[in-house]
């Protein structure tokens, strides 16, 4: 007698060879067996007499077997059962190519059930290999609602639906985790009603209702387990950052532009998160150009002005570096030591107001650097950029005279430790690894030196203290996955762009219109400007070719397009500090165009750039486009945007039309999420959610329900004692998926 944990190959209705293909599709249990949904239904609910089959249509009859053979056809040599059903109303043919055997399951005077598309050739109307099965049995394969599953070599619909049906009593043994009173609430069925509808419909209502409870059921456990990760957190301590208004204000006189309401909005909700005792999460969620980077140098700048450290974890070394220069430049008038740490960088810039007190001091610190090392360059506002030895950065660090670290996953070694950090910054945070995530969620708490007497440190008086959290995403989240995945989050919108913007015209092109395209291009490269040229590939695997089609490309346009211009190639395979050649080299104009692969796509900043060409647009989803043209318009010039395709289908323009129609990171967003769903949206980080979770997070309804009633769950019983089964469930979901 099977249980709902005995393994597959103890059933003895199930053969031990398909133990291997179950596992492929994530079987192993009874249980398992159970929650393999069907992914579509066939609707074979009319039962026809076969005197009514029309050619076309997919129908179901009952009969008896009056004739069986097995035929070869002489040509493609193939063997092909023909078996011919008679009911009261007339004579059917049913074939099925290369299933032979089939005529032994069905002699003559056997009653069959057969279900279909029916055909016409000319010998008459057929049935083109039916599902069928007998007719004393109630219907499985044939008439009603026929459950389609996922399939795997071996493993069928019709041999899932015998077996599942065979164990759908064990549903009931199955406890329900969500309590009884919210399914009436909600008027939803039991688990073990559920598990029915949703495997033997005996009408559609049935099986949307079951989708309904079992999306609900997921939400509701991903809202639980969102709720519960930001209150631990909030159990956390944090150094209390105090705003000061006068400071900050001094700062943003000295910019050369205005603050967007936007970035005013999100700096003053962090300066407010880190006046708590409690750390912050918050995510800044903005699109590319939005001056994500200045509202995370304010805030910086308060933690900085209040005695603490600040780390700065940005996905690539170029980044990093970017962000080293602009910050020291906006800073240069602040007394602040900035490092970079990268593998390849390991420097500091001491920035200091002129003739300042605190400023000769600071010089007088780094003086053994300057015995020690050349400066690496000396630029404007007595900026001092020194490269130094990692081990001396460290002991800077450690010593808590760098007041702002920035760098790559470098930052998050063992042995990279702090004084008194208070912030943690990390930009474009989808692209880091779940690993790194995972690191930077654990590290953080021992991030800061524990030894320490020192009345600054944060640890202070009130025990451990771990740093406020902000991270970036250039990758605008629609408010439903907002709302479905970052429930643990605050969040501050960047729905605003700096006003000297002005809107990327853009273009879809086929290949007809390539001349006039580079005609177009170097016209603005005559007046001045630069164009990006976009050679996107995306998998890892692929990047020797890559290299290639980007080699190739450069070598194309350098001999036959542009040969009077100068033109630079960036790829992936180049090392870093090649890579910033090439970045520099574009920057001071040495190029007038810079051939490159998906490398550019985050945040790399050249202003005087106008036109990006993208190639093979078909390989990318939408945001990911979006990304790409993000790297023009970030100047006063027009900037315009050329997207390549070879496919002219109504489908690709509408997807591409997406781009030309607006500038919108979320609306665009919103659309890339209507077409590839969220899987893909969010990456593989999400991808432990079953198929029906995934369907329904568009529907905000839905999702609010679920915020209420976890919020109601978790306020009275925050442990989840009184709901072990939802305890449960929320620990698989930990384990498939992973919150930030
Ligand atoms: P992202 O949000 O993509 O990281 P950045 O922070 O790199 O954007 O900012 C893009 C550019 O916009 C930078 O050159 C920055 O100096 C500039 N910028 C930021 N805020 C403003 C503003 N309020 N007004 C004008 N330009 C701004
Ligand atoms: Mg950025």
Redesign the pocket.
Known sequence: MPTLETPIEKIPKINPKYRKALGKLGIANVRDLLFHFPFRYDDYSELLPISDLSAGETSTVEGEVAASRQIRTWKKKMRIAEVFIKDGSGFVRAVWFNQPFITNSLPKGKMVRLSGKVSLDKNGLFFSNPAWENATREPTNTAGLVPVYPETEGITSKWLRWQIQGLLRLAKKIEDPIPEKILEQLHLPSLSSALKYIHFPQNPQEYILAQKRFAFQEMLALQIASLKIRSTWKKESAAKIPFDEKSIQNFTKS??????GA?KKAAMQIFQDLEKPQPMNRLLN???????????ALSALSAINAGFQVSLMAPTEVLAR?HFE?ISK?FSNQNTTIGLLTNSYKMINVCHSEHSEESRKNMDDTSKFRDSSTPLRSAQNDKMVLDIKREELLNEIRAGKIDMIIGTHAIIQKDVRFKNLALVIV??QHRFGVMQRAYLQQEIKTINDPVKTDPKSVHGAGGLKIPHLLS?T?TPIPRTLSLAFFGNLDISV?DEM????KPIETKIINEKQREQVYEFVRAQIRSGRQAFVIFPLVEESKALSELKAATAEHKRLSENIFPDLSLGLLHGKLKSSEKEKVMDDFKNKKFDILVATSVVEV?I?V?NATVIIIEDTERFGLSQLHQFR?RVG??EHQSYCFLFTGSSTAKTKSRLGALEKSNSGFDIAQKDLELRGPGQFLGTRQSGLPDITMENIANVRLIEISKKYAEEIINDDPDLENHPLLAEEIGNLNRSIHLE
């Open positions: 910019l050369p532009f205005e603050l967007t970035q903005g699109d590319v150009g939005s001056g994500k980077t200045l509202v995370a970017q602009s906006s930009d474009e970036m250039a960047l700096p006003k000297n913007r945040g900043d202003p993000g970030r100047g």
